[in-house]
């Protein structure tokens, strides 16, 4: 009788472990490495906004773009009457309309922040020396309802620049002058899901593969598609080369 039950134990501890690993696997599957933050106040900047009562830094630059205006290529006129296909009218931007802030920056004044190397989850895999910031033009998932929309991480804030145990951690954004905001986004990230001024979202980070096609694929000369897609473009145009070179030496 007790062989019987041991061998029944042994039987249901093996399938719960069965069923962790396929959990675990099917999380994996997914390619959810990063958890969604949900129910997130979210608001809205963009590129050359002017300082105001609850957005005293003027966004001529960024944390990691001292020349962020001039690069994007102007101002990121946030005016539905001034926007076409997520884009000011008036320039095709430069970098990826597409982008979004969050109250984080590894980077410090010489290197990065000590706990940096600690709380960046990809921090070993994307350093590329104390001048180079890990989180920039990282990817990130941004959904309201159903539909989601998926943007660079271009600036640190609102309000903060140290914030990784919300960014990274399991805290929840504090409370500051937009209403406990956790989360920037820009006119095109708006546009795309329909958000008021302020509003409520849920993200999260993603891996590149992770990412769809879409209107945040097109343009920018930060935008990993657009880096991809010259690279895929230069290297059938090496491989065409040397095709027709071998060609005329026949």
Not at 78 to 93: D, E, G, L
């Amino acid at each position: 009788m007790m062989k019987a039950i041991s061998i029944l134990l042994i039987g249901a501890l093996a399938a719960i472990i069965a069923g962790c690993l396929s959990t675990e696997h099917s999380a994996s599957a997914t390619g959810e490495r990063y958890p969604w933050k949900k129910n997130i106040v979210t608001t809205v900047f963009w590129i050359g906004e002017r300082p105001s009562g609850n957005n005293p830094v003027p966004n001529r630059r960024s944390s990691w773009d001292k020349n962020w205006t001039r690069n994007y290529g102007g101002f990121d006129d946030p005016n539905p009457a001034h926007r076409s296909n997520y884009m000011p009218v008036k320039f095709t931007p430069r970098q990826n309309p597409f982008y979004c802030a969050l109250p984080y920056n590894d980077k410090s004044v010489n290197g990065h922040r000590p706990e940096a190397p600690r709380v960046v989850p990809w921090f070993k895999e994307a350093y590329q020396g104390p001048g180079v910031s890990t989180c920039k033009d990282r990817w990130v998932a941004i959904r309201k309802g159903n539909r989601t929309a998926y943007a660079q991480w271009e600036d640190a804030g609102p309000f903060r620049t140290d914030y990784w145990q919300y960014v990274f951690g399991n805290e929840r954004p504090k409370p500051n002058l937009n209403k406990g905001a956790g989360l920037d986004v820009s006119p095109a990230v708006r546009d795309y899901l329909g958000l008021n001024d302020t509003d409520i979202t849920d993200w999260r980070f993603v891996e590149f593969s992770e990412v769809s096609r879409g209107p945040w694929s097109t343009f920018g000369e930060n935008n990993t598609f657009a880096i991809s897609d010259r690279k895929t473009g230069g290297e059938l145009a090496e491989a065409s080369k040397r095709a027709e070179g071998r060609a005329i030496a026949r």
